[in-house]
């Protein structure tokens, strides 16, 4: 388990690229060959379509002129294949394998999702 500390670092290594010189006691931009990169992510199989729409009905006022909004939303059933282009790293005295941060961001994508609305269930996941 990670203190907030370490947290951080990993944090700043994996998100900004940056890395923490123990020896300035300063996080420095790593090498582009040593930085996790995100790819695309594509649309690899849609059963039901790839877009529909869906709206949300704002209330000025709660008894008078709602006003729906349409907007755009990717439908149920559509898979997607993520890219990452991850490194190992050391944070502190833990070392992470590129294996366990692909293990997080498939975490990540599954309990927090991606995008706006997530908690109302847009930008869920499974994997």
Do not use: M
Not at 77 to 97: N, P, S
């Amino acid at each position: 388990e990670l203190d907030n500390s370490q947290l951080t670092n990993l944090e700043k290594d994996i998100f900004e690229g940056l890395g923490y010189n123990e020896k300035t006691k300063k996080y420095e931009p790593k090498n582009i060959y040593q930085r996790d990169i995100f790819l695309d992510a594509y649309v690899c199989e849609a059963e039901k379509g790839l877009l529909g729409s869906d709206s949300i009905t704002p209330h000025p006022h709660p008894l008078k002129n709602p006003i729906p909004i349409t907007f755009l939303k990717i439908l149920p059933k559509v898979y997607f294949h993520f890219q990452f282009d991850v490194k190992d790293c050391q944070v502190g005295e833990v070392i992470f394998k590129s294996e366990h941060k692909i293990e997080l961001f498939k975490f990540l994508l599954q309990q927090h999702g991606i995008g706006a609305k997530t908690r109302v269930g847009y930008g869920q996941f499974e994997i």
